[in-house]
């Protein structure tokens, strides 16, 4: 079964970039999208087709992708994007697919 | 606004059915496909099935295949996800989700709060 893996935790302090990858061998032919889940809380779409903010979501958050490899970029991170992160995409018959989910930690 | 709210969780025995309600407003129900999608305890994100926006085709992650069902009443605006065989490696919390055209590809853009499942003897 397709697999999306990402690292379990990133750490940050508050102003610094904080960086969460992303990788999955259908990627190069598949959009990924972001998700954030704060404690107790719905997920929130921060990222949709690679690199793109839906509005509402701050400048701060910006997606790429290359290859296998897709990465979700928070500049300048705030205490309160502290959160799990998601990427999603799809395998070739449609069926959806999450990574593993990443804990930020900005202290 | 966009509303999604799930209901019909609560705790049964292995081995038995459940079925999750999840009823949508603000919306053009009959035009959107719909997802689930479930968490348990302390764990990650897992896709669970989809559903098009006319009932046409349906798929499924490979754990619940054979056990699970998602359907949809576009006359009611509601989504069903319909459990039977229940494990308790199902255990989690459901969500429903909308496969909303963000950009030009669809995605999950609207999430219900989910409702707790818990599978226990």
């Known amino acids: 079964s397709y697999e999306l893996t990402q690292p379990p935790s990133v750490s940050v302090s508050p102003g610094q970039t904080a960086r969460i990858t992303c990788s999955g061998d259908a990627l190069p032919k598949k959009y990924v999208y972001w998700y954030q889940q704060k404690s107790g809380q719905a997920p929130v779409l921060v990222i949709y087709?690679?690199?793109k903010r839906p509005s509402g979501i701050p400048e701060r958050f910006s997606g790429s992708s290359s290859g296998t490899m897709a990465t979700l970029t928070i500049s300048g991170a705030q205490v309160e994007d502290e959160a799990d992160y998601y990427c999603?995409?799809?395998?070739?018959?449609?069926?959806?697919?999450f990574g593993g989910g990443t804990k930020l930690t900005v202290l | 606004q966009v509303q999604l709210v799930e209901s019909g969780g609560g705790v049964v025995q292995p081995g038995r059915s459940l079925r999750l309600s999840c009823a949508a407003s603000g919306f053009t129900f009959n035009t959107y496909g719909m997802h689930w999608v479930r968490q348990a305890p302390g764990k990650g994100l897992e896709w669970v099935a989809v559903i098009w926006y006319d009932g046409s085709n349906k798929y499924y992650v490979d754990s619940v295949k054979g056990r699970f069902t998602i359907s949809r009443d576009n006359s009611k605006n509601t989504l069903y996800l319909q459990m039977n065989s229940l494990r308790a490696e199902d255990t989690a919390v459901y969500y429903c989700?909308?496969?909303?055209?963000?950009?030009?590809?669809?995605?999950?853009?609207?999430w219900g709060q989910g409702t707790l499942v818990t599978v226990s003897s």
């Open positions: 989700a909308r496969d909303g055209m963000v950009g030009i590809t669809p995605t999950l853009d609207y």
């Open positions: 087709e690679d690199s």
């Open positions: 999603y995409s799809t395998d070739t018959s449609g069926r959806g697919v």
